[in-house]
Nanobody, 130 residues
Framework: QVQLVESGGGLVQAGGSLRLSCAAS????????VGWFRQAPGKDREFVAA????????NYADSVKGRFTISRDNAKNTVYVVMNSLKPEDTAVYYC???????????????????????WGQGTQVTVSS
């Protein structure tokens, strides 16, 4: 098993930046592909970004492409997402998640689905003011 703890959320003005961190404990972190999701009030949880086990493969939701960057440091058991040019519509609780899925193209192709993930953090609030 792996335990995930998000941090780095807060209140920021539109156009500003934040860096979220997802710290993991438990099993070897490089055994997991990791994703970030977000959930705004009254809306479904949606995919934001994901990164493969070694960090060589990354993908993003269209709504954040070019503004958000996901990365990982397996030596520190941490995944990051740097969020630039933030917009009010980015306001949400942000969650990181980890999957034990096999290292395969099939797993990579499913990293944008909530159901792919086995473990979830408790979330960190991001609020972007206009």
């Amino acid at each position: 098993q792996v335990q995930l703890v998000e941090s780095g959320g807060g209140l920021v003005q539109a156009g500003g930046s934040l860096r979220l961190s997802c710290a993991a404990s438990g099993r070897t972190f490089s055994d997991y592909a990791v994703g970030w999701f977000r959930q705004a009030p009254g809306k479904d949880r949606e995919f934001v970004a994901a990164i493969s086990w070694s960090g060589n493969s990354r993908n993003y939701a269209d709504s954040v492409k070019g503004r958000f960057t996901i990365s990982r440091d397996n030596a520190k058991n941490t995944v990051y997402v740097v969020m630039n040019s933030l917009k009010p519509e980015d306001t949400a609780v942000y969650y990181c998640a980890a999957t034990e899925g096999p290292r395969s193209f099939a797993t990579l192709g499913r990293l944008h689905y909530l159901g792919t993930y086995d473990y979830w953090g408790q979330g960190t609030q991001v609020t972007v003011s206009s």
